[in-house]
């Protein structure tokens, strides 16, 4: 399946206190995930972080789903995260002039998890600092032909998170593959797509003061 999915969250504008109200965190994660926190993740990450981890894994998940099946939804509690492996190593993700491109996402220094989505089984990579949470999901779980990038903009409006995040995606299409004329466009469902290279796969994500892009090349 050709596709990829990515979601970034800013943890500024996250409710810690909401979010462990079980009210809150029910609609997001389900009973196995409480568990899997509890022995997994608990000395790791804090529950409020896990609730958005699993979210950004969640909404990534349905944003390569929608690529392929027009009729997705997006139902959380449907999306069940079966298996994470913490980073071994932390705090190794850094902004260099608000601007970070070409991660690549080793195994040691990300939450890798694995997924289930009706009986479709999906890999998530994900990097956590203090400042936001990203995500990128694949169906496959080789993430060295992936490309990514985070930028953190001034201006936090939707225009603006919106022309932010193709021109910087757009100056990464022409370094690597030098033509300054592709475009992109959006689909009657909403995903972005480079109409030049419709067969190379397109994910944005933008929250607050961040924005993010992941595509995947052959």
């Known amino acids: 399946m050709i596709s990829i999915g990515n979601d970034i969250i800013s943890l ?14 029910s609609k997001i994660i389900c009973k196995q995930e409480t568990e899997l926190f509890s022995s997994v993740c608990e000395s790791n990450i804090s529950f409020e972080k896990f609730v958005w981890l699993a979210w950004s894994i969640k909404e990534s998940v349905y944003k390569f789903n929608k690529r392929n099946n027009m009729e997705a939804a997006f139902s959380p509690t449907k999306i069940i995260i079966e298996k994470i492996e913490l980073p071994v190593l932390e705090n190794v ?3 260099n002039d608000k601007v970070y491109e070409n991660i690549v996402f080793k195994k040691k220094e990300c939450y890798c998890c694995e997924v289930r989505f009706n009986s479709s089984a999906l890999y998530a990579r994900t ?11 694949n169906d496959t779980d080789y993430f060295e032909n992936v490309y990514c990038g985070i930028k953190e903009i001034d201006n936090d409006s939707y225009v603006h998170q919106s022309e932010s995040v193709r021109h910087f995606v757009l100056n ?47």
């Open 93 to 95: 993700f850094r902004f």
């Open 12 to 25: 500024q504008l996250i409710n810690p206190e909401r979010t462990k109200q079980k009210k809150f965190y």
């Open 127 to 137: 990097i956590i600092n203090d400042e936001m949470i990203f995500t990128v999901v």
């Open 172 to 218: 990464k299409l022409n370094q690597l593959f030098q033509n300054k004329n592709f475009s992109i466009q959006k689909s009657e469902t909403g995903y972005p797509f480079i109409q030049e290279k419709k067969y190379l796969p397109l994910s944005f994500a933008h929250h607050g003061s961040f924005v993010a892009y992941a595509f995947a090349t052959a």
